[in-house]
Antibody, heavy 120, light 107 residues
Framework: QITLKESGPTLVKPTQTLTLTCTFSGFSLSTSGLGVGWIRQPPGKALEWLALIYWDDDRRYRPSLKSRLTITKDTSKNQVVLTMTNMDPVDTATYYC????????????WGQGTLVTVSS | DIQMTQSPSTLSASVGDRVTITCRASESISSWLAWYQQKPGKAPKLLIYKASSLESGVPSRFSGSGSGTEFTLTISSLQPDDFATYYCQHYNSFSGTFGQGTKVEIK
């Protein structure tokens, strides 16, 4: 079965760079059509789509955050990494990674999420 | 960017009620819309994709309809397990935008 799990720091300081890793099983990101995305949710607020990487290394970013985000994949390790630069307290949120079955497809499997707090 | 607006923000209902949540897109998105259920402290769960297709394993009391700019999620008979927050999401090959959520509360 498909599982995903996010890992990374729980606390980062303002201006630092956040690096989150999504480790997954049950599928290969070398399979045509598949993708893994990142979504975040500030405490008590709505979900926010951040980035998506496809099997062919095509990458998509939230326009308003594009300059701060980088998404990469390591197919051999079954991992997707999201980096976000210049972290600010408003970036405090639970960060989720999720699987998508194809181009223009919904997220059908989600990780449990990891809470990242930005504070000095 | 396409904006997704859900209504209402909060809905109070009783077990057995028929519940309808609306999601409006700022421009036509064809049928590229999904609905998710989220419970406190948990990841979202996919209910509906492509506006009206029921995800495998999701109870048939959930249904979705609409195309273009207006969409609805309907729960035909609300069950205790259905009290949660529901999000719509427009998705395409370039990005995805979520609505602000609708919390379904016990009346």
């Amino acid at each position: 079965q498909i599982t995903l799990k996010e890992s990374g720091p729980t606390l980062v300081k303002p201006t630092q760079t956040l690096t989150l890793t999504c480790t997954f099983s049950g599928f290969s990101l070398s399979t045509s059509g598949l993708g893994v995305g990142w979504i975040r949710q500030p405490p008590g607020k709505a979900l926010e789509w951040l980035a998506l990487i496809y099997w062919d290394d095509d990458r998509r970013y939230r326009p308003s955050l594009k300059s701060r985000l980088t998404i990469t994949k390591d197919t051999s390790k079954n991992q997707v990494v999201l980096t976000m630069t210049n972290m600010d307290p408003v970036d405090t949120a639970t960060y989720y990674c999720a699987h998508t079955l194809g181009i223009a497809a919904a997220f059908d499997y989600w990780g449990q999420g990891t809470l990242v707090t930005v504070s000095s | 960017d396409i904006q997704m607006t859900q209504s209402p923000s909060t809905l109070s209902a009783s077990v057995g009620d028929r519940v309808t949540i609306t999601c409006r897109a700022s421009e036509s998105i064809s049928s590229w819309l999904a609905w998710y259920q989220q419970k406190p402290g948990k990841a979202p769960k996919l209910l509906i994709y492509k506006a009206s297709s029921l995800e495998s394993g999701v109870p048939s009391r959930f249904s979705g309809s609409g195309s273009g700019t207006e969409f609805t999620l309907t729960i035909s008979s609300l069950q205790p397990d259905d009290f949660a927050t529901y999000y719509c999401q427009h998705y395409n090959s370039f990005s995805g935008t979520f609505g602000q959520g609708t919390k379904v509360e016990i009346k």
